[in-house]
């Protein structure tokens, strides 16, 4: 249903700040891809909220559609708005940025960012190690392993799945517990009383798999940032071997980076002072034979 032109334009006007004037030097299209960047940025548009469309900002503000359609194309390539095939354009979700100073679980990695972190128990099987799962777990090749996979979600979008292959300690983790805890880490911690220490993660860009495209809700071609991880307890055994796929459209990496090593100042040859005149060496030697 369409809103009335005079109540459409009061929304427009007041509530989402969008206005352009005609007798201005800069166009009209860069007037209004400012004026709805403002409203992103203020959350007077906020993230997931679909956009007015394009018929309906051309005629609240006087517009052209094709001016509308040069500043939402602009704010698209920018990042800010998206536009999602059959629905119209949304304000894009902010990416969940993890920072790799500390071992930090998912859940508590996405509330502590302002999310509402979700999980969704994909499947749990025990399987034999492979060989790269052998070796991250210290483990033959072929012993038993639990697998727990999980559909990970921030804001009730999907953002990854992750793969956990348990260490044997771990092999009779509670999928009760798991499911109310909603954390991994908590639930190694109220059943075995053990918590991760410290990891060694590798992050790398790759094509997601057919299951990865079904429940990320992505296509084919678009790249997902696979992590891998191994996790150790204080006491230096090895706890969990995690593969994980994320959105690459929804995720981001962030390192902290010090000041560069560059060791202790050149301060060049030491002054070998004011030369001495010629002949001074030889009269000096002299003199002492003297005396």
């Given amino acids: 249903m369409t809103a009335p032109p005079g109540e459409l334009r009061r929304h427009l ?5 969008l206005s352009v004037d005609k007798g201005a030097p800069t166009p009209a299209y860069l007037q209004l891809r ?42 698209v390539e920018e990042k800010l708005l998206e536009r999602r095939h059959g629905s119209g354009t949304y304000v894009r979700n ?7 100073d500390r071992v930090q679980g998912f859940t508590d990695e996405a ?10 128990l994909l ?10 799962t052998a070796a991250a777990l210290g483990l033959d090749p072929g012993e038993p392993v639990l697998v727990v996979t999980r559909l ?19 092999a009779t983790l509670s999928l009760d517990l798991l499911r109310r805890e909603e954390s991994l880490y908590a639930t190694l911690r109220a059943q075995f009383g053990v918590v991760p220490h410290h990891a060694h993660q590798t992050v790398h860009a790759r094509l997601p798999s ?14 997902v940032l696979g992590l891998e991880r191994v996790t150790w307890s204080s006491d230096g055994e090895v706890v969990e071997y995690v593969q994980s796929a994320y959105r690459g459209d929804r995720y981001r990496l962030a390192l902290d980076l010090g000041p560069p090593d560059l060791g202790p100042p050149d301060l060049g040859p030491a002054d070998p002072g004011p030369a ?3 002949g001074a060496g030889e009269d000096r030697s002299e003199q002492e034979e003297r005396t």
């Fill in 123 to 132: 499947e749990v099987r025990q399987e034999p190690a492979d060989d790269e």
């Fill in 34 to 75: 400012g004026r709805l960047a403002a409203a992103v940025a203020e959350e007077r548009l906020a993230p997931g909220t679909a956009l007015p469309s394009e018929r309906a900002l051309a005629e609240g503000l006087g517009l052209s559609r094709m001016t509308v359609r040069r500043a939402v194309e602009a704010l």
């Fill in 111 to 120: 509330r502590s960012l302002g999310f509402v972190a979700g999980t969704t």
């Fill in 13 to 17: 006007h007041d509530e989402l700040g």
């Fill in 94 to 100: 902010r990416p969940l940025e993890q920072t790799f």
């Fill in 276 to 278: 001495e005149p010629a």
């Fill in 152 to 170: 990970r979600t921030a804001d009730e979008r999907p953002l990854a799945i992750q793969s956990a292959a348990l260490a044997p300690p771990y």
């Fill in 210 to 223: 057919a299951l990865e495209q079904r429940w990320l809700e992505i296509g084919p071609h678009q790249p």
